[in-house]
């Protein structure tokens, strides 16, 4: 590939590419596109990206986060209903639900987890892969909610660490979605 | 409309009487059903009567439970309660037996109804009472690192207790081979050369957090066994420390599916308890949300049967349906799945001005969304294999198992509460039962299909002759006086006002057993009031908790696969089964 004889040069080096995103500055990990200052790289008007090998990774974790749905309980419905029709969690790229923790990277803990249920928990955590994230979806999960009694667990950061905690009971599709953003924003800027 | 309040069932007790002469303590209600208390030496002959009987015939135990009189009277602190039901008939009796506390144990009555198994096991598991004789007396609900009775007045509702890994399961395995010995000599493969297989509960296909575990033949099931209480978040403990308003958010994440009719089945033994007569508006209302309801419950549980069996489109098909109606709920309640929507002697608000014209909207659309999945599934052959014949039990079995609702219904047994015993104006509507042929996880899911336009035709109709009117009880416990009128006009008002905010509902002192149909099957509600502004004791009746204690006997001697399609065809919820 390359320019044709007599074709001029499309995009200046140091110019930005129209309709490339300048990312940036927004996401440190992300080199600057265009930019390279290689002119043959930059006669490709913009179909080669140059960038770093941490942001590709980080890119490519966050597009396609695998969860494996932790259900026990009410959000477990909800989480159901976040990922089909009507609020499609595919429009996010994190619709691979696996049920198995081996192939997931996403654990989504929907619902009550009480101290009979802390030893599953912490084993299906164990043996995700890493990197491995928590959400915990709903107030049981996250404090125990109104469950303050002798058999339930008081949030489940006493067992396994959490990322993102989901206020509600149980809480909103729009809720879980957006807790879904906040993580893939969060990869794509630390890489983690 | 009819009555809200149940009519009592009068059992002529005399032939009872003439045979435990002795025996009987005390004769007395359990509204609205008799009720005798029997010496601990006369009660396995007093249910062993009422069971056998022919004029009893008392064919299910509905429930047992224990209330603990530690504030109640000096001596004889645990009260069994054990609740009959003759389905024929509708006729109720419940029989009560007192033990000390230092002498906590009566006859176990397992061999009498298989109900009784589970039923014991968790009363000895919350409350400490034994039971002799019974065959596999441990834990059912808490873990077996638990210390203490947590349903016990003096146990302190904070105590928990940490549990540090899971039972292993083979002590019961062990039993049940040895219940069955001649089907390990009967297996392709030697003992030692089976497959246990442990099936939970965090597996994906079990819709909750059940657990089984099983040992396989090649692919045939041997034998299973079951754990539940991995969801047991002290629904009966906790509304102990709530006042009766308090609990109807507990009752919503009971079953989850269909939160509306736990909410009215709770406060609809409160009412009764309390004797507050809820207006034909009122009451109308109920139905259409609780049909609204049980049409919810059985398109999730169906759309999840389905998948189950490796059919995913109607999945999205089914769901779609469910959150137009979810939004149409949410209009009026306010939430989509937890609604809290019933109070006592009232409902949270009255319904929106477009909320008839939204939900004959939903009425169009139900039929065809029920119609293009069974076009998908009616004729596969795949789904008709996996269904047909897989997961059967006959009439006898699910009753003596304490099966209500569409599992019963589903083997041939046409009962319904809503039919046998109207409440809430029910008998005004023309409905009818589906019934099934043989008990099969087919007749389960097409139950539920057909069902589901029923239940529409009732909404339809409750739409057409909703009254008008207040929704709300005339009775001072139901609502909040009006502030202009009542609360800063007159003094009654004030002191009305003041009694409901300060002390909030306080019934008189004495029980009640109230029920109602819910999609399960009958959910009850045992609430002892101590004149209190909390329940003494609140027992929830839980048609799951009996239903899947039959689960060994549908799946053994079926695939290892059919384990999953059969749970499904159960409706497991896991929020009731283990509250």
């Known amino acids: ?192 | 409309m009819t009555t809200t309040t149940t009519t009592p069932s009068t059992v002529d007790l005399t032939k009872l009487r003439n045979k435990i002469q002795g025996g009987i303590l005390e004769e007395s209600t359990l509204p609205p059903m008799p009720c005798v208390r029997v010496k601990r030496e006369a009660l396995l002959e007093t249910l062993e009567f009422l069971r056998n009987d022919p004029e009893y015939r008392m064919h299910q135990l509905k429930e047992i439970t224990v209330v603990d009189g530690l504030y109640l009277r000096e001596s004889e602190r645990f009260e069994l309660v054990y609740l009959l039901h003759n389905l024929d008939t509708q006729k109720r009796v419940a029989v009560k037996c007192r033990v000390e506390e230092d002498d906590a144990h009566v006859p176990s009555i397992n061999h009498l109804w298989r109900a009784a198994n589970w039923g014991e096991r968790e009363a000895f598991d919350q409350y400490g009472v034994k039971f002799d004789n019974h065959p596999n007396l441990k834990r059912i609900l808490n873990h077996h690192e638990f210390v203490g009775h947590p349903l016990r007045k003096d146990y302190n509702i904070f105590r928990g207790h940490w549990c540090s890994e899971a039972e292993t399961l083979l002590d019961e395995l062990e039993l049940r081979r040895k219940m069955f010995p001649e089907r390990i000599a009967d297996a392709d493969h030697d003992p030692g050369e089976t497959m246990i297989l442990n099936i939970g509960p965090s597996h994906p296909a079990s819709h909750g957090t059940l657990r089984n575990l099983v040992e396989l033949d090649g692919e045939t099931v041997l034998y299973c066994v079951q754990e539940i209480g991995y969801l047991h978040r002290g629904f009966e403990k906790s509304a102990e420390t709530h006042e009766y308003n308090q609990v109807v958010p507990y009752t919503d994440r009971l079953n989850y599916c269909s939160a509306i009719s736990n909410n009215v089945g709770y406060v609809k033994a409160v009412e009764e308890l309390c004797g507050i007569e809820i207006p034909p508006r009122n009451q109308a209302i109920r139905v259409i949300m609780c049909e609204l309801s049980r049409i919810m419950d059985h398109l999730v549980c169906n759309a999840a049967n389905i998948v189950d069996l490796g059919a995913l489109t109607n999945f999205w098909y089914l769901f779609n349906l469910r959150e137009k109606i979810y939004n149409v709920i949410e209009g009026v309640t306010g939430a989509r799945l937890t609604n809290s929507y019933a109070r006592v002697g009232s409902l949270w608000a009255d319904i929106t001005p477009d909320f008839i014209e939204q939900v004959r909207g939903l009425l169009a659309e139900i039929p065809q969304h029920v119609d293009d999945t069974m076009k998908l599934v009616a004729r596969n052959r795949i789904f008709i294999d996996r269904t047909v014949g897989i997961g059967k039990i006959s009439p006898d079995d699910a009753i003596a198992y304490g099966y209500t609702g569409l599992c019963l219904r589903a083997t041939g047994y046409e009962h319904d509460l809503r039919k046998a015993q109207p409440y809430y104006g029910y008998d005004q509507y023309d409905f009818e039962i589906p019934v099934g042929h043989q008990g099969d996880t087919y007749d389960r899911i097409m139950c539920r299909f057909e069902e589901i336009k029923q239940s529409a035709r009732i909404v339809e109709q409750a739409l057409d002759s909703l009254p008008d009117g207040p929704y709300r009880a005339d009775h001072p416990m139901a609502y909040l006086p009006d502030k202009q009128t009542r609360t800063y006009a007159n003094i009654e008002g004030l002191v009305n006002h003041f009694k409901i905010v300060m002390h909030g509902i306080q019934p008189p002192k004495g029980e009640v057993y109230s029920w109602t149909e819910t999609p399960n099957g009958e959910l009850g509600f045992y609430i002892v009031s101590d004149g209190g502004m909390k329940p003494y004791k609140c027992k929830v009746r839980p048609p799951c908790f009996y239903l899947y204690s039959s689960f060994p006997d549908l799946v053994e001697g079926q695939m290892v696969a059919d384990v999953i399609a059969v749970l499904g065809s159960l409706n497991i919820v896991a929020g009731e089964l283990d509250r």
């Not at chain 1, 080096?13 to 129209?18: D, R, S």
């Not at chain 1, 993102?164 to 599709?173: D, K, L, N, Q, T």
Request: net charge neutral; with cysteine.
């Open chain 1, 1 to 192: 590939m390359g320019l044709k004889d007599g074709q001029e040069n499309p995009v200046a080096p140091g110019a930005v590419v129209p309709g490339a995103r300048d990312v940036g500055e927004r996401y440190p990990l992300q080199a600057p596109l265009g930019r390279s200052g290689d002119p043959d790289v930059d006669a490709l008007g913009g179909a080669v990206t140059i960038t770093k090998a941490e942001a590709l990774v980080a890119w490519g974790r966050k597009n396609s986060l695998w969860p494996i749905p932790f259900g026990t309980a009410c959000c477990a419905i909800e989480f159901m209903g976040t990922v089909s029709s009507v609020f499609d969690l595919s429009r996010f790229g994190a619709e691979v639900v696996r049920f198995s923790p081996r192939q997931a990277d996403l654990m989504i803990v929907s619902g009550t987890i009480t101290y009979k249920m802390g030893p599953i928990l912490k084993r299906i955590y164990d043996q995700m892969c890493e990197p491995r994230y928590v959400i915990s979806m709903g107030v049981c999960a996250s404090s125990g909610g109104f469950y303050d009694n002798y058999c339930t667990l008081q949030g489940i950061d006493k067992i396994i660490p959490v990322d993102y905690y989901i206020a509600g009971c149980p809480p909103r599709p729009e809720a879980v979605l957006q807790a879904v953003v906040e993580l893939q924003n969060r990869l794509q800027r630390t890489g983690a």
